[in-house]
């Protein structure tokens, strides 16, 4: 069995920096076309400048004529001034500005602590520029059962935000609940969601299969089987608020395995077989196509791809780990058969 689609890009990616960057870069550009690119660096990218100059180093990471191309995105804090949106937004380098709610995951310890208390201000210049606000969707505060935390963002911080700013667009990423779907789905305004390939494919069993997984523990962290059920529904039903966004979060081997190890699944190299893999079992591969490669850009007001890539039914095995010169990642999936394999057209 073969499809050809436009070329996918992916609404959500870490890229990181040094020498992780050169090891995961061509990953992804072997695959999509574009990528919205995290700032959660450290420091974290708060400026436009900051941006080009991450950008920079991100096209130099990758391989000779390759078109793939960075979007940048600048990391919200407490302090940043709406100045800074019209810069970003003059740059044309700069596609969106992230919201990681201080303490929430990997370096967001200089995220936002008061949204509405300190961001209003930036957030109505967005609204403006129309510049989406993208959104890590879980609340931190510790009384808060950690799988309750989405749930709580929801009707706490995004819709209060709707409310007040409706012509802000916004995309809540890696959503893991029936509640986000059903608040992307019945929001009348400007409002989509990423979906990562984990979110689609495990639920919270598989961080304890056997024993502690922790190649399978992200944030948000996996749900209960009723909540994935939700999300691929969702996916494969149609709707134009669904794309994708990988959430591929590369960190070496030994900060994965070990006492108290990172937030992050890397799936880059896989993420297409498994988001083909899903839409088959729906009986959707229909609507494949739109999920990664249309609404997307759509939502972002950007043009679609013109290349297309080629997917094939043609069982491969997943490496074990992928090394670089510090260390090793290990991916999603290592060591599995994975059935759908991706050729550029
Ligand atoms: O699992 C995650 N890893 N979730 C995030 O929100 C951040 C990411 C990372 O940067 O490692
Ligand atoms: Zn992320």
Known sequence: MELTITQPDDWHLHLRDGELLGAVAPHSAAH???AIVMPNLRPPITTTAAAVSYRESILKALPAKCSFQPLMTLYLTDSMQPEEIKLARKSGVVFAVKLY???ATTNSQDGVTDLFGKCLPVLEEMARQSMPLLVHG????????????????IETVLQPLVQ??????????HITTADAVKFVESYEGPVAATVTPQHLLLNRNSLFQGGLQPHNYCLPVLKRETHRQAIVSAVTSGSKRFFLGTDSAPHERRRKECSC?????????IALSLYAKVFE???????LEAFTSFNGP???GLPRNKSKITMRKSPWV????????????????AGKTLQWQTFMS
């Open 32 to 34: 999509f076309g574009r």
């Open 101 to 103: 709610p201080a303490g």
């Open 138 to 153: 879980e609340v931190t505060d510790s009384n808060v059962d950690v799988f309750d935390r989405e749930k709580a963002f």
């Open 164 to 173: 007040r700013l409706p012509q802000l667009k916004v995309v809540m990423e």
């Open 261 to 269: 190890g990172c937030a992050g699944i890397y799936s880059a190299p």
């Open 281 to 287: 079992e729906a009986g959707a591969l229909d609507k």
């Open 298 to 300: 759509d939502f972002y």
């Open 318 to 333: 997943v490496p074990e780990s992928f090394p670089f010169s510090f260390g090793e990642i290990v991916p999603m999936f």
